[in-house]
Each structure stands twice: as structure tokens, then as C-alpha cells.
């Protein structure tokens, strides 16, 4: 979710210096936990970076939403329909993790 919509919406690796570098790699399409080295952020880590990259998404200008994308992206073609994309999936991963906990606390 942070890099996807850090991607989307700020740019990511390109324009943004509120993610490491190495986020590209960590979660990029098809990767998972159990191959990433040892150097990962922790849960605390990702939180607060969420916190803050949702604390930029609301300073965003109402009239950027409103903006065609310099190309069509997961379907969305304005900065608008992209942020809903991005909180759809965003809304999916936190039903995995919910399942998840279900499973593992049964």
C-alpha cells in the first residue's frame, strides 16, 4: 500500500524523499516476506510512515485530483480515480491481514 500509492501519487522512486530506496525492491509486484533480507522496516516503521504519507495525501490541492494522469495507470486515468484505487486496495490488504489474524488466533 505505502508504495503503491507513493508511486501514484508522489512519484516513487523518482520524486519523493520520504521513502527509502529500498522499498522498490522490498515490495514491488510478486515479492513476499520470505525472500527479503534482513534489512527490513519494522511494523512501527511502516506505520508511522503511512501516518505521514496520508498526512501528504490530504495536503494535496482538491484541483490535482481533478488532473489526467501522464498515463492511464491500474485503470485510473486522473489523479482522483488513482487515489480511489489506491484506498480500494488498501481497504484489500486490510481484509487479508484481518483474515489472517482470524486464522492465526483460531
Known sequence: MLTVNELGLFDFPNNSEHLPQRYESLFAPGTKPADWPN???????LSEQL???????????????????PESMWGA???????????FHEGHHIG?????????TK
Not at 498526512?55 to 488532473?67: G, L, M, S
Open 77 to 87: 486515468t486522473t489523479y482522483g480515480e488513482l487515489a480511489a484505487v489506491a484506498a
Open 51 to 69: 501516518t505521514n504519507q496520508l498526512d501528504r495525501i490530504k495536503q494535496i490541492p482538491v484541483e490535482k485530483f481533478e488532473e489526467k494522469l
Open 96 to 104: 487479508q491481514i484481518n483474515a489472517m489474524k482470524k486464522l492465526l
Open 39 to 45: 534489512d527490513v522496516p519494522s511494523v512501527s516503521e
